[in-house]
């Protein structure tokens, strides 16, 4: 299956400051990065979809200018939380869109633990 | 209606038990089914595809009822190590559809 890198596991920042959040993909060229979110106990939420060499489509209530979203190569999709608040304390998780067809199992990166104090 | 709704739990049940989750979609076009398990602060990890026939894992079983729109898993001869919550994910379209997750808990 498709091997997908996603770094930091964990960060803790202070509220304001902002965090990049990466995700590569090892063995297969990503052209689309899906970017969740999920809050304890609650389902993964889509927030964007990073495509390679243009911009990202964010979904209804996600702030496009509070999580910035750059997919410069086909192996590297990139997520910054500016201006962190505590409110987004979260687990964020990459999946790049399946290589073969839509039919093929979703991967994830490990995820990224996010607390802002 | 939810696109996907399962029965958050948690289903608590001693080692040994068998144990039923099902999932039902609302979307009637969906191709292609899954069952993820993910553990507490990890992401989730594929655990088998869902075929039309029915499939089956060792201990696992997954099976697809398209007419009532719904796929299930069954867990034989549950270890504690099965303790996890168990994700239904629909695929065949651009963006995949989750379920919130059906918490499972084994027991001594």
């Known amino acids: 299956g498709a091997v997908v890198s996603q770094h930091p596991s964990w960060v803790i920042c202070k509220s304001g400051t902002s965090v990049k959040i990466e995700c590569r993909s090892l063995?297969?060229?990503?052209?689309?990065m899906f970017w969740y979110r999920q809050f304890p106990k609650q389902s993964l939420m889509l927030m964007a979809t990073?495509?390679?060499?243009?911009?990202?489509?964010?979904e209804q209530g996600v702030e496009k200018d509070k999580f910035l979203i750059n997919h410069a190569s086909l192996t590297l999709s990139t997520l910054t939380v500016t201006s962190a608040h505590p409110e987004d304390s979260s687990f964020y998780i990459c999946s790049p869109l399946p290589g073969t067809s839509n039919n093929s199992p979703l991967h994830f990166g490990n995820g990224t633990r996010l607390t802002v104090t | 209606r939810k696109e996907v709704e399962q029965d958050p739990g948690p289903f608590n049940v001693p080692e040994g038990a068998t144990v039923a989750f099902n999932c039902t979609y609302s979307?009637?076009?969906?191709?292609?089914f899954f069952w993820y398990r993910q553990d507490c602060r990890k992401e989730p990890k594929l655990l088998m595809s869902v075929y039309s026939s029915g499939n089956e894992d060792g201990r696992f079983t997954a099976q697809l009822n398209r007419a009532s729109q719904y796929i299930s898993l069954l867990i034989r001869d549950s270890k504690l190590s099965d303790s996890a919550t168990y994700l239904c994910?629909?695929?065949?379209?651009?963006?995949?559809?989750f379920g919130r997750g059906t918490s499972l808990i084994v027991h001594p």
């Open positions: 063995d297969f060229q990503a052209t689309t």
């Open positions: 979307n009637s076009a969906s191709q292609s």
């Open positions: 994910v629909l695929g065949g379209s651009y963006i995949p559809t």
């Open positions: 990073s495509n390679e060499g243009s911009k990202a489509t964010y």
